[in-house]
């Protein structure tokens, strides 16, 4: 199992770094992922710094800080994210991993509407690859509002190996598609 995931890391990590993004890509996800927004009247998000190849989402960073919404990024302390609120993307500081991140006070996890949830490939259950730190699915342990991921299609497949600990996404948006995740997940699994 564990092996499987950390193949498919490789391979994907590999695919996304030679991927030639266009930015009608990234403007397709922001345009659904702002509708998604707006539809669930959502206040507080708390998204990415990109890294890598990682789909951009400083665009949807500034259209959230124009529209006053509470735009929060993570930091990484020991092995734990902590939501900071941000309210101008230029005062960031290198972090873990050479990523950039704010300083500040801890944001209440439970006040988040949306937690975006960056993964190197998702499957269309909302399962997930991370970097293999399992981040993510320790901040999402008792996280219970929407958790949303942003990937260019070769970045979906059907099927991702999972195991106990890991938290799906319930929402993936794509350039194309916005796959409900959590229902295909009830669909397909039981
Ligand atoms: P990723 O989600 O980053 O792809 P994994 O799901 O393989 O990585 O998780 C990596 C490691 O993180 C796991 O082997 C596990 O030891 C640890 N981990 C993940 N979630 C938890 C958790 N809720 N509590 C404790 N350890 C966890
Ligand atoms: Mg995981």
Redesign the pocket.
């Known amino acids: 199992m564990?092996l499987d995931?950390s193949v498919l890391?490789k391979k994907f990590l590999n695919l996304r770094e030679k991927y030639n993004v266009s930015q009608k890509e990234i403007e397709k996800i922001k345009e659904k992922f702002l509708n998604l927004i707006e539809k669930n009247n959502s206040q507080t998000i708390l998204l990415y710094y990109p890294h890598k190849n990682e789909i951009n989402t400083i665009p949807i960073i500034e259209e959230l800080l124009k529209r006053k919404k509470t735009v929060l990024l993570p930091k990484v302390e020991k092995d734990r994210i902590l939501p900071i609120l941000i309210s101008d993307i230029s005062n960031l500081k290198i972090g873990f991993a050479g990523i950039k991140e704010p300083e500040g006070k801890v944001f209440p996890k439970n006040s988040i509407d949306i937690t975006v949830v960056p993964a190197v490939a998702y499957d269309r259950r909302g399962y997930?690859?991370?970097?293999?730190?399992?981040?993510?699915?320790?901040f999402l342990?008792d996280f219970k509002n929407l958790k949303v991921g942003l990937a260019y299609k070769f970045q979906v497949l059907d099927k991702i190996p999972f195991?106990k600990?890991?938290i799906p996404v319930d929402i993936i948006i794509t350039p194309e598609e916005v796959i409900e995740a959590g229902r295909e997940r009830s669909f397909l699994n039981k």
């Open positions: 564990d995931k890391r997930r690859l991370g970097y293999g730190k399992g981040f993510y699915d320790r342990q195991e600990h890991d």
